[in-house]
């Protein structure tokens, strides 16, 4: 029984994960489970499980907790040192990194640090900091496993190939919700809008990403640190269907994919059960139907966020980590109605722009980078929001 930690238990990735730890008994023990203030869904997942460790962000979300579950025998942590406790426990061999945004950055690398193999779903977390997660990974042992379903696929086509035999990657991207709608009517987009997915059912800000494509833009940044090749060989296609993952051009011209139902179990049971491959429960591509395959390039006019990824990425440094809290705070200001659809390019760009990349040595340079970062682009959301009354 390989015992699991999961970090973000209670979100849509996290639920998957426990969904194919059901479909398989006997093949994992859950040790721990960390949430953040969603305990009706933590309570049930802890009376299942019965994990050895679980934490909350908040002391009022501790206390609902223990009112909803029996917590006997189990520690309970609170914010980011719960998380580590989870994320660094004895007893787990893997953890689950499915926390959404930085506040995963800690435990993911602490996790790398204790040895552990990482099932990454928390892309955000190796924009931050990939060189120094890769350092962890390579110098402890632990294996990085990706979740997403693109980087998975890239995983498979790839199957250990050397860099040298990669022309590029190509990465692919539904387009969200906006791909054919005329840019003159973007500073119009609602949140709800914004929240219609047409192919994944998603968390709220991965969701607000796919529609800005920052989702593919942080992808690419998240492909160059787990696979090793520059940010220059990745390349982005839109592809409504969603059917093809993604792709790996050889340097012979030859072009392997990775095709399969939009169902994240697939990735999530991929990352778990590697590099071993179980029967899955999961219905298979319906090849009796005819099915039309679409292929186009990016609108980068229309999708700005691509070309402010590319641009942090060469900039490299504490620039991706810059980039990714610019793009949570702007995100969440969107979500809650203060800006439009249009301030998230426009204020990451702003502080991008203003943002001398410095050199990361460690986590504290990310995280001063980080912090920099949600304090200037609150200035630049609240100075468009005054513009525009
Ligand atoms: N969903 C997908 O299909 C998908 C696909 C590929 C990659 N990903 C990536 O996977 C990650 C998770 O995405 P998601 O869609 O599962 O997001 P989600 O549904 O919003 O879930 C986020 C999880 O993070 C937890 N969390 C949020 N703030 C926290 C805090 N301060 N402390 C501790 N935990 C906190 C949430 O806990 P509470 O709900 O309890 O507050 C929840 O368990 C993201 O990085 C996303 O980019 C997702």
Same mark, same amino acid.
């Given at each position: 029984?390989?015992?699991?930690?999961?970090?973000?238990?209670?979100?849509?990735?996290?639920?998957?994960?426990?969904?194919?730890?059901?479909?398989? &008994?006997?093949?994992?023990?859950?040790?721990?489970?960390?949430?953040?203030?969603?305990?009706?869904?933590?309570?049930?997942?802890?009376?299942?499980?019965?994990?050895?460790?679980?934490? *909350?962000?908040? &002391?009022?979300?501790?206390?609902?907790?223990?009112?909803?579950?029996?917590?006997?025998?189990?520690?309970?942590?609170?914010?980011?040192?719960?998380?580590?406790? *989870?994320?660094?426990?004895?007893?787990?061999?893997?953890?689950?990194?499915?926390?959404?945004?930085?506040?995963?950055?800690?435990?993911?690398?602490?996790?790398?640090?204790?040895?552990?193999?990482?099932?990454?779903?928390?892309?955000?977390?190796?924009?931050?900091?990939?060189?120094?997660?890769?350092?962890?990974?390579?110098?402890?042992?632990?294996?990085?496993?990706?979740?997403?379903?693109?980087?998975?696929?890239?995983?498979?086509?790839?199957?250990?190939?050397? &860099?040298?035999?990669?022309?590029?990657?190509?990465?692919?991207?539904?387009?969200?919700?906006?791909?054919?709608?005329?840019?003159?009517?973007?500073?119009?987009?609602?949140?709800?809008?914004?929240?219609?997915?047409?192919?994944?059912?998603?968390?709220?800000?991965?969701?607000?990403?796919?529609?800005?494509?920052?989702?593919?833009?942080?992808? *690419?940044?998240?492909?160059?640190?787990?696979?090793?090749? $520059?940010?220059?060989?990745?390349?982005?296609?839109?592809?409504?269907?969603?059917? *093809?993952?993604?792709?790996?051009?050889?340097?012979?011209?030859?072009?392997?994919?990775?095709?399969?139902?939009? $169902?994240?179990?697939?990735?999530?049971?991929?990352?778990?059960?590697?590099?071993?491959?179980?029967?899955?429960?999961? &219905?298979?591509?319906?090849?009796?139907?005819?099915?039309?395959?679409?292929?186009?390039?990016?609108?980068?006019?229309?999708?700005?966020?691509? $070309?402010?990824?590319?641009?942090?990425?060469?900039?490299?440094?504490?620039?991706?980590?810059?980039?990714?809290?610019?793009?949570?705070?702007?995100?969440?200001?969107?979500? $809650?109605?203060?800006?439009?659809?249009?301030?998230?390019?426009?204020?990451?760009?702003?502080?991008?722009?203003?943002?001398?990349?410095?050199?990361?040595?460690?986590?504290?340079?990310?995280?001063?980078?980080?912090?920099?970062?949600?304090?200037?682009?609150?200035?630049?959301?609240?100075?468009?929001?005054?513009?525009?009354?």
């Amino acid at each position: 029984m390989k015992g699991l930690s999961i970090l973000g238990s209670t979100g849509s990735i996290g639920t998957n994960v426990l969904r194919i730890v059901d479909a398989f &008994p006997g093949r994992f023990r859950v040790v721990g489970l960390a949430a953040g203030g969603n305990v009706e869904r933590l309570a049930r997942q802890v009376a299942r499980h019965r994990p050895q460790v679980v934490s *909350v962000s908040t &002391p009022g979300a501790r206390e609902a907790l223990g009112r909803l579950v029996d917590l006997s025998g189990i520690r309970v942590g609170l914010g980011e040192a719960g998380m580590v406790e *989870v994320a660094t426990y004895p007893e787990a061999r893997m953890v689950v990194a499915a926390a959404v945004g930085a506040v995963g950055l800690v435990p993911t690398y602490r996790a790398l640090e204790a040895g552990k193999d990482v099932a990454l779903a928390n892309k955000e977390t190796l924009v931050m900091a990939g060189e120094l997660m890769l350092a962890q990974s390579r110098a402890r042992g632990g294996r990085l496993l990706p979740i997403d379903s693109e980087h998975c696929a890239l995983h498979q086509c790839l199957d250990g190939k050397p &860099p040298a035999d990669v022309r590029r990657l190509v990465l692919t991207a539904s387009g969200g919700p906006f791909r054919n709608r005329p840019r003159d009517t973007f500073d119009r987009i609602t949140p709800d809008e914004a929240l219609a997915h047409p192919t994944w059912a998603m968390g709220r800000k991965i969701t607000v990403d796919s529609a800005t494509l920052m989702n593919k833009g942080l992808e *690419v940044i998240e492909a160059r640190w787990l696979f090793g090749i $520059d940010a220059e060989r990745i390349e982005i296609l839109i592809h409504p269907q969603s059917v *093809v993952h993604s792709m790996v051009e050889l340097v012979d011209g030859t072009v392997l994919a990775q095709l399969g139902v939009t $169902d994240m179990r697939l990735p999530i049971q991929y990352a778990l059960s590697y590099p071993e491959r179980w029967e899955a429960a999961i &219905p298979g591509m319906d090849f009796t139907k005819a099915m039309t395959l679409e292929f186009a390039p990016p609108d980068r006019e229309r999708f700005p966020c691509l $070309d402010l990824a590319a641009a942090a990425i060469r900039a490299g440094g504490s620039a991706p980590a810059v980039l990714n809290a610019a793009n949570e705070e702007a995100v969440a200001a969107f979500l $809650d109605g203060r800006v439009p659809f249009t301030a998230i390019p426009e204020s990451i760009r702003e502080v991008l722009e203003a943002h001398p990349p410095a050199a990361v040595a460690g986590l504290g340079d990310v995280l001063a980078a980080d912090d920099w970062a949600r304090r200037r682009v609150q200035e630049a959301l609240q100075r468009g929001a005054a513009a525009r009354v």
